[in-house]
């Protein structure tokens, strides 16, 4: 009886690691198979209309300061990073569900956090944009004292869509955050007026 046992224990030990096997390699086969049909990433630059879902942006410009940046204060031995863009909120609510737009696509062990936004018109932090209005607002990243000021920086743009009914409470909302380009531009020292165009 204690062989039967052991023999069983064996095989369904067996049957359990074939299986793990099997799993692994599926996942890494249609790993592969996404990254060989991904398409090239979009590319956006200055003045692009994007879309976003919630949010139709524009990408306006980038620049670096060591100084006070729209009433955001630095700490000694740091740099801002801003990009300036206009939002345009397309719902029929006012919102500043906006922080995740942008992402900043910093070098390989530059250390940052979440960005502060501020509007520029009154130079609120995370003011509420009203539907169909568009404002402008710059996303300041603070660079750590070590990490050089870029020349050029890449932002990651992010979409969601919207649901009528999410599946855990039943509500309407914003979900499933997708990559839908980068907007790459120069990254210009000071806050230089903006060129007329």
Same mark, same amino acid.
């Given at each position: 009886?204690?062989?039967?046992?052991?023999?069983?224990? /064996?095989?369904? @030990?067996?049957? *359990?690691?074939?299986?793990?096997? %099997?799993?692994?390699?599926?996942? !890494?086969?249609?790993?592969? $198979?996404?990254?060989?049909?991904?398409?090239?990433?979009?590319?956006?630059?200055?003045?692009?209309?994007?879309?976003?879902?919630?949010?139709?942006?524009?990408?306006?410009?980038?620049?670096?300061?060591?100084?006070?940046?729209?009433?955001?204060?630095?700490?000694?031995?740091?740099?801002?990073?801003?990009?300036?863009?206009?939002?345009?909120?397309?719902?029929?609510?006012?919102?500043?569900?906006?922080?995740?737009?942008?992402?900043? /696509?910093?070098? @390989?062990?530059? *250390?940052?956090?979440?960005?502060? %936004?501020?509007?520029?018109?009154? !130079?609120?932090?995370?003011? $509420?944009?009203?539907?169909?209005?568009?404002?402008?607002?710059?996303?300041?990243?603070?660079?750590?004292?070590?990490?050089?000021?870029?020349?050029?920086?890449?932002?990651?743009?992010?979409?969601?869509?919207?649901?009528?009914?999410?599946?855990?409470?039943?509500?309407?909302?914003?979900?499933?955050?997708?990559?839908?380009?980068?907007?790459?531009?120069?990254?210009?020292?000071?806050?230089?007026?903006?060129?007329?165009?």
């Amino acid at each position: 009886m204690r062989v039967l046992h052991s023999l069983k224990t /064996r095989v369904a @030990a067996r049957l *359990a690691s074939v299986g793990a096997l %099997v799993a692994a390699g599926s996942v !890494a086969l249609y790993g592969a $198979y996404g990254k060989i049909n991904r398409g090239p990433e979009t590319v956006f630059s200055a003045g692009a209309a994007i879309q976003t879902g919630q949010w139709h942006v524009v990408p306006r410009r980038a620049w670096v300061s060591d100084a006070r940046t729209y009433d955001v204060p630095l700490k000694p031995g740091t740099t801002a990073l801003v990009l300036e863009a206009d939002l345009t909120n397309r719902t029929a609510e006012s919102s500043s569900d906006y922080l995740g737009v942008f992402r900043w /696509r910093a070098p @390989a062990g530059t *250390a940052i956090g979440k960005p502060i %936004v501020v509007g520029l018109r009154d !130079a609120q932090q995370m003011p $509420y944009l009203q539907p169909g209005l568009p404002e402008r607002v710059a996303y300041i990243w603070m660079l750590p004292p070590a990490a050089a000021a870029p020349s050029h920086a890449a932002f990651a743009v992010e979409s969601q869509t919207y649901k009528p009914i999410d599946n855990l409470y039943g509500a309407p909302g914003w979900f499933n955050p997708a990559i839908v380009g980068r907007v790459e531009l120069p990254v210009t020292r000071g806050n230089e007026p903006e060129p007329a165009s």
